[in-house]
């Protein structure tokens, strides 16, 4: 497991991003089926950070986070909303793909509670490494990872601060695919509206009350 690598002190460990994904890459897969790690990807010290649940299975093939069909969805929002992706930094809590073989398809697995915080020192350690202005959970999986305690995403949508970071809860992308017909354009028009704020937070405005 990944734990035999991580040092016991969240203060201690490597000094740079490169030397933590090189540890993260050379850890054995905390989760059913995994099979490489994803790293997270862009600049450091950025505005914003979003936080996803894990790598899926496009994500696994291409060894790149939010290339898949989710990934598609929140290009398309962040570009509505004014965010350039290429000056943000992605990840997920879970850093392996966890997944079940259905003859030739891999369907994806819910990581628990106790996979999510298997990986949570790494996800503590690269964000005090990327050090963004703005940490985005994208669904309850990321929320619980960077609160350390489940959160409802439906009493807690909006800013927040988790374990001490400037934070922003909302939904993970995903969930819009999973909308019935009826409901897809509010929730689109709604997530928009989400990252049209933490556009603004990250940058410093003040929301209207």
Do not use: C
Request: no cysteine.
């Amino acid at each position: 497991m990944a734990k035999r690598n991580v040092p016991k002190s969240p203060g201690a460990g490597p000094a740079t991003l490169a030397a933590l994904n090189r540890l993260i890459a050379a850890a054995e897969p905390g989760v059913k089926g995994g099979t490489r790690a994803v790293l997270g990807e862009g600049p450091t010290h950025p505005d914003i950070a979003f936080v996803g649940e894990q790598p899926g299975d496009q994500e696994d093939l291409a060894g790149k986070p939010f290339v898949g069909p989710a990934g598609k969805l929140l290009d398309r929002a962040m570009a509505q909303a004014g965010i350039d992706r290429r000056k943000t930094y992605v990840t997920n809590a879970v850093k392996h793909f966890k997944f079940e073989q259905r003859g030739k398809r891999r369907i994806h697995s819910k990581p628990t509670a106790g996979e999510v915080k298997h990986y949570r020192w790494w996800l503590e350690k690269e964000l005090d490494l990327v050090k963004p202005k703005l940490v985005v959970a994208l669904g309850a999986t990321a929320a619980l990872a960077l609160a350390g305690k489940p959160l409802s995403i439906g009493a807690n949508r909006g800013p927040a601060t988790l374990d001490g970071r400037h934070a922003y809860i909302t939904i993970h992308p995903s969930f819009l695919l999973r909308m019935p017909e009826e409901d897809k354009e509010q929730g689109w028009k709604d997530f928009v509206a989400d990252l049209r704020r933490i556009r603004k937070l990250a940058s410093g405005e003040k929301l209207a009350a």
